[in-house]
T-cell receptor, first 115, second 111 residues
Framework: GAGVSQSPRYKVAKRGQDVALRCDPI?????LFWYQQALGQGPEFLTY????????KSGLPSDRFFAERPEGSVSTLKIQRTQQEDSAVYLC?????????????FGPGTRLLVL | GNSVTQMEGPVTLSEEAFLTINCTYT??????LFWYVQYPGEGLQLLLK?????DKGSNKGFEATYRKETTSFHLEKGSVQVSDSAVYFC??????????FGSGTQLTVLP
């Protein structure tokens, strides 16, 4: 159907709160990626799923970050005990099979502000 | 590891001027190269891509050629328009599947 969608679009959290960010990929896309984009910077990789399997989580900055995709479609990125340095735009992208030559399609992002 | 170095901005041009945004990369193997664009208030969109050496990607008047000998993928457009004002990101797709991005170049085109 439509493109990648993310919710919420904006989230304000107090330091120490837990947050959950949702991504709905393009229907039928096997691969799903999460990126973090700090202000004025390019996106940086966090984690990668192929179907429900999390194949790479090398970019997650700490054990406070956790991602899941239990049914191989919708994914949730959870950040526990948020810190101010977690403030960023969190981008989700999907691709059909995840080959390195494929285009990744990005959602609009969730802008997280931790106060 | 993989890395992308992109021309720093901001870049301000007059309408119909020639645009070049430089991008060089470091990678092992045979990566794919991409230019993504982010218009104000919108998400990242693919502008063009090239998947092997000497390939030229093109779209909307923009072009970039994958140069393995100089490890470059410079973005060019012969005549920019006000509507091209956006942030442009060079990115590399390597064997690890995820994209490695440059820091972005803000382009403003004045009428």
């Amino acid at each position: 159907g439509a493109g990648v969608s993310q919710s919420p679009r904006y989230k304000v959290a107090k330091r120490g709160q837990d947050v959950a960010l949702r991504c709905d990929p393009i229907s039928g896309h096997v691969s799903l990626f999460w990126y973090q984009q700090a202000l004025g910077q390019g996106p940086e990789f966090l984690t990668y799923f192929q179907n429900e399997a999390q194949l790479d989580k090398s970019g997650l900055p700490s054990d406070r970050f956790f991602a899941e995709r239990p049914e191989g479609s919708v994914s949730t990125l959870k950040i526990q005990r948020t810190q101010q340095e977690d403030s960023a735009v969190y981008l989700c992208a999907s691709s059909l099979v995840g080959s390195l030559r494929e285009t990744q399609y990005f959602g609009p992002g969730t802008r997280l502000l931790v106060l | 590891g993989n890395s992308v170095t992109q021309m720093e901005g901001p870049v301000t041009l007059s309408e119909e001027a020639f645009l070049t945004i430089n991008c060089t990369y470091t990678a092992t193997g045979y990566p794919s190269l991409f230019w993504y664009v982010q218009y104000p208030g919108e998400g990242l969109q693919l502008l063009l891509k090239a998947t092997k050496a000497d390939d030229k990607g093109s779209n909307k008047g923009f072009e970039a050629t994958y140069r393995k000998e100089t490890t470059s993928f410079h973005l060019e457009k012969g005549s920019v328009q006000v509507s091209d004002s956006a942030v442009y990101f060079c990115a590399l797709g390597g064997s690890a599947r995820q994209l490695t991005f440059g820091s972005g170049t803000q382009l403003t085109v004045l009428p």
